[in-house]
Nanobody
Framework: QVRLVESGGGLVQAGGSLRLSCAASGSILSINVLGWYRQTPGNERELVATITGGGSPNYADSVKGRFTISRDNAQNRVYLQMDRLKPEDTAVYYC???????????????WGQGTLVTVSS
C-alpha cells in the first residue's frame, strides 16, 4: 500500500521558519511530480509549490522568495522549507504525488493526510 505521510507542521511566530517533510512509502518505482498544497477553512486547496523528478520547481506567487521545495528521489521524500512566514500562510498543508508508479500500479494522484501550520502575528 502506498501512502504519503507529512510531518513538520506546528506553531511559529511571524517571520519564523518551518520545514515540512513528506515521505512516500511502499514499493515505489518512480514519482513524476511531488508538491505541496494548502487549504484554509471555507477555501479551496491551492498550490504552494511543485517539483519535477528532474528537480524543476514551481511556486505560487505568494510564496516565491520565501519557500523552497526540494526532493530526495532515492528516499521518495519531498521537503518544503518555509522562511519569513506570515500569518496568511496559516493553513493545512498537504503533500501531493502525481503519476506514482509501483511494480503493480500507477497512481495518477495521491494525497497525504495534511499537517497544520499556524503562524501567529
Amino acid at each position: 500500500q502506498v501512502r504519503l505521510v507529512e510531518s513538520g507542521g506546528g506553531l511559529v511566530q511571524a517571520g519564523g521558519s518551518l520545514r515540512l517533510s513528506c515521505a512516500a512509502s511502499g514499493s515505489i518505482l518512480s514519482i513524476n511530480v511531488l508538491g505541496w498544497y494548502r487549504q484554509t477553512p471555507g477555501n479551496e486547496r491551492e498550490l504552494v509549490a511543485t517539483i519535477t523528478g528532474g528537480g524543476s520547481p514551481n511556486y505560487a506567487d505568494s510564496v516565491k522568495g520565501r519557500f523552497t521545495i526540494s526532493r530526495d528521489n532515492a528516499q521518495n521524500r519531498v521537503y518544503l522549507q518555509m522562511d519569513r512566514l506570515k500569518p496568511e500562510d496559516t493553513a493545512v498543508y498537504y503533500c501531493n504525488a502525481e503519476n506514482l508508479r509501483t511494480w503493480s500500479h500507477r497512481y495518477l494522484e495521491l494525497w497525504g493526510q495534511g499537517t497544520l501550520v499556524t503562524v501567529s502575528s
